[in-house]
């Protein structure tokens, strides 16, 4: 083991919190396993390093930062065009990431390996093959949606993309169980760019040596055969990250965190709807306040995660009407921001309604907890889709059909407690996802190929 701890793997995550939490929690995985972890990140959305004390941190900084109008110099993308962001991203970190990963290279400790997220995937590829590393690529969102990005240019082909209203409820015949309004696409002003990304992530993967996801093979055994079956790479399916030992640790709570427990702890079990639609979706008020009036009217408890930024051109609650939120008083509960891990585990949260980011559905299906699908852009939509039709865990409250009577319905359709066995059937999965964790599981194995494989890098 001490041995081992000279090797070091270096990772470079993309700086929004759905891809950096996964990486982080795999670099606990792999440090527990023996291995020193060194995190490359941006300046854009910078961590704090002593929340993670094992790793060592290294901020990336690009050139024009600081200057008038740069493009990064906010505090986060919600509400941006994130296409044009992550085009932006890419441009001004690739030759400062070079530049770091020579210098780590370099330095006195053995480097095995680079883990860099599958968005960056062709922009780290020639950095690695400089410094003469291998690169492993990590997949933060699930097995299904990245089926449906390799087969982009097929969808071009076929004119599934760019996709037309007229179509939307037609099934894409070569990638079922989706519809063209499943496919992983989102608004942009640079339509081409997007296909772009996808293309260099799908590459960047190809010529990487190994992909780790954040899945478990039970859940998308199909999915990852078909990527196995195109791509000669080896797969290293481990999830879900959060819930290995190591990253089962007790979390530092603040007031805010201690008062959404106790109003939780005083709710009736299964009973309450716990609304969240992740760090980066943004809505019009209007939506907004449907969502409100249909909680309302449903008369269920419900924790409703309002970021700061979720609603555009507001602050916080503002545009609800005068005592809206006195007039529910203790029935329902408005929050910036949770711990959703411990949420989701809590007895009292019957039902999810999420925007299904990768992240959202393992974490609801690893602890038995159906949700209400409402997905906004690109891999939310293969997931929304394999929730309710493959998984069946799940119920589809479309965004554009999001109206407050449409929500009463929904949520007063019964999937709320054991309603029509959707509880039982997460709880199943929540099962299997224990049982590929569990020291003969599929996760615990490809966790010990993944060592040997960086371990055989040397
Ligand atoms: N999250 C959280 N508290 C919140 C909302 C979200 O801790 O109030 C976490 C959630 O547990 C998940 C991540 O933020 O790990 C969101 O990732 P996801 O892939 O679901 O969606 P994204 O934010 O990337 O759209």
Sequence with gaps: MEERKLRRIIMFPLPFLGHFNPMIQLARILHNRGFSVTILHTSFNSPVPSQYPHFT?????????????????????????????????????????????????????KVCCLVSDSVWARNTEVAAEEVGIRRLVLTTSGAASFRAYTAYPLLRDKEYLPIKDSRLDEPVLELPPLKVKDLPVMETSEPEELYRVVNSMVKGAKSSSGV???????????????????FQVPIFPIGPFHKHSENSLPTIKNKEDHLTTDWLDEQEPQSVVYVSF????????????????????????????????LVRGAEWLESLPCG????????????????????????????????????????SISEGVPMICTPCFTDQRVNARYIVDVWEVGIMLERSKMDRKEIEKVIRSGIIGEGDGMRERCLKWKERAIVCLSQDGSSSKYLERLVSHVLSFD
């Design 57 to 109: 941190f290294r901020t990336i900084h690009h050139k024009n930062e600081g200057e008038e109008g740069d493009p990064l110099s906010q505090s986060n993308a919600s509400g941006m065009d994130l296409v044009a962001f992550i085009r932006q991203l890419r441009q001004s970190y690739a030759e400062p990431f070079r530049k770091s990963l020579a210098a780590e290279v370099g330095g006195k400790e």
């Design 212 to 230: 780790i996801w954040n899945t478990f093979e039970d859940l998308e055994h199909m999915e990852l055969m078909d990527f196995s079956s195109h």
């Design 324 to 363: 809206f939120v006195e007039n529910i008083g203790d029935k329902g509960k408005f929050v910036k921001w949770v711990n959703q891990l411990e949420v989701l585990a809590h007895p009292a949260v019957g039902v999810f309604w999420t925007h299904c980011g990768w992240n959202s559905t393992l974490e």
């Design 278 to 309: 992740g760090s980066l979706a943004d809505m019009e008020e209007k939506e907004f306040l449907e969502i409100a009036w249909g909680l309302r009217n449903c008369e269920r408890p419900f924790l409703w995660v309002v970021r700061p930024g």
